[in-house]
């Protein structure tokens, strides 16, 4: 069953804790992306990474850090530096820069 | 900097209703358009991707056009359906990228087919 899954679901974290969300793909895809969506908004990139090892900041890159040591794998950490993390982050992904995105279901993420 | 903007913000419709909705971009210098459906709660699904040398792209009663010089797009909804009922986003790549795939998102527009 191919397609990009997120875990968790849902994820609460506490003032000063740094969490990571996953993002899992096995559709063989170059290119992987992890953005934010606020309520009642388009999405904003966070970062962004077009092969192995290499990724690149997106617009709203301050507060998060990402590693791509694998071609399926592309974790994002939100650390205690990003001030208002409470958000829906969607990791998506593509065969290349030029195509197609694919996206995950999301992760929804809550500040307690 | 390249902004898109997605008017209506909601629309609520009878079923059976055909409908348009909006998108428009300030860059006309881009390389593709693309139409996303958003379920509550959901990760996006993608509708319809037309690229910048397309007018046009078609998908059952789904048809997207774009208009590149005055910087819009529409999405016709042929016989609406409550199950059409959905957040529908614009996403557009700008040429100009020297790297990633970029894209820049709009707000969305709230869509409810009432039974």
């Known amino acids: 069953d191919g397609g990009i899954t997120q875990s968790p679901k849902y994820l609460f974290r506490k003032e000063g804790q740094n969490v990571t969300l996953s993002c899992e793909q096995n559709?063989?895809?170059?290119?992987m992306y992890w953005y934010r969506q606020d309520p009642g908004q388009g999405l904003r990139l966070i970062y962004y990474s077009q092969i192995v090892n290499d990724f690149q900041k997106g617009d709203i890159a301050e507060g998060y850090s990402v590693s791509r040591e694998k071609k399926e794998s592309f974790p994002l950490t939100v650390t205690s530096a990003q001030k208002n993390p409470t958000a829906f982050y969607l990791c998506?992904?593509?065969?290349?820069?030029?195509?197609?995105?694919?996206f995950g279901p999301g992760t929804r993420l809550t500040v307690l | 900097k390249q902004e898109v903007t997605q008017i209506p913000a909601a629309l609520s419709v009878p079923e059976g209703e055909n409908l348009v909705l909006n998108c428009s971009f300030t860059?006309?210098?881009?390389?593709?358009l693309q139409w996303f459906r958003q379920d509550p709660g959901k990760g996006l699904t993608s509708l319809l991707l037309i690229q910048s040398s397309q007018r046009e792209q078609t998908s059952g009663r789904l048809n997207a056009s774009l208009d590149k010089s005055s910087g819009r797009s529409t999405l016709y909804i042929a016989a609406s359906q409550p199950g059409d009922s959905a957040t529908y986003l614009c996403?557009?790549?700008?040429?100009?990228?020297?790297?990633?795939?970029?894209?820049?998102f709009g707000e969305g527009t709230q869509l409810t087919v009432n039974p």
């Open positions: 998506a992904s593509s065969l290349d820069r030029d195509s197609t995105q694919y």
């Open positions: 996403a557009v790549r700008g040429s100009q990228e020297t790297s990633g795939s970029r894209l820049t």
């Open positions: 559709l063989n895809h170059d290119a």
């Open positions: 860059d006309s210098a881009i390389y593709n």
